[in-house]
């Protein structure tokens, strides 16, 4: 299963409203998840099972989506925000992750 | 809480074979319903998800290595392994294990592995 995010790159202005896309070339169900990364750190899960938050993730990220279409949303960037995001998919082996989204500062 | 660390040589020569080992600590690596996985990501690109191990012993590979890599587990010492055989210049990447059931929670910090002569 191949993930195709969009855009690859999305430039905002804190305080703006982010919407992240991820597509699956097939179904995974809800069994989607989002991650942020920030330079030199590992990944963060942020969103599992398309929808759900995991523990510390702000109310700002949301989650939507089933099936082979999938959106991230932050509502009002914060700085600490501006990152790479990456799906992936859980649905069959093997797993993968989509190319990722570099949320920038405008 | 749960935590991951990776352990392993930062430099390993071509075609040698690159061994990392994950210590898991702050929870039983025999803890039902969850598997463990090994991720990695080359220098400025993207992640791939290389293999998953379960304690009882299902493991999964990533066709794209499959041949060339093994991973284990270790339940009394409560870590899993990584082993990728003849490596190249393709295989340098921070390497990352993480918990996992579907999706990946919490990762290890990850470890750069360079391979060059």
């Known amino acids: 299963i191949v993930l195709t995010q969009s855009p690859d790159t999305l430039s905002l202005s804190p305080g703006e409203r982010a919407t992240l896309s991820c597509r699956a070339s097939?179904?995974?169900?809800?069994?989607l998840a989002w991650y942020q990364q920030k330079p030199g750190q590992a990944p963060r899960l942020l969103i599992y099972?398309?929808?759900n938050r995991a523990a510390g993730t702000p109310a700002r990220f949301s989650g939507s989506g089933s099936g082979t279409d999938f959106t991230l949303a932050i509502s009002s960037l914060e700085p600490e925000d501006f990152a790479v995001y990456y799906c992936q998919h859980g649905s069959n082996w093997p797993f993968t992750f989509g190319q990722g989204t570099r949320l920038e500062i405008k | 809480q749960l935590q991951l660390q990776e352990s392993g040589p930062g430099l390993v020569k071509p075609s040698e074979t690159l061994s990392l080992t994950c210590i898991v600590s702050?929870?039983?690596?025999?803890?039902?319903?969850?598997?463990w996985g090994w991720i990695r990501q080359p220098p400025g690109k993207g992640l791939e998800w290389i293999g998953n191990?379960?304690?009882?012993?299902?493991?999964d590979y990533n066709p794209s290595l499959k041949g060339r890599v093994t991973i284990s587990v270790d339940t009394s010492k409560n870590q899993f392994s990584l082993k990728l055989t003849s490596v190249t210049a393709a295989d340098t990447a921070v390497y990352y294990c993480?918990?996992?059931?579907?999706?990946?929670?919490?990762w290890g910090q990850g470890t750069l592995v360079t391979v060059s002569s």
């Open positions: 993480a918990r996992h059931w579907r999706s990946l929670d919490p």
């Open positions: 099972e398309a929808t």
């Open positions: 702050g929870g039983s690596i025999s803890s039902s319903g969850y598997y």
């Open positions: 097939q179904s995974v169900s809800n069994y």
């Open positions: 191990i379960y304690y009882g012993g299902r493991i």
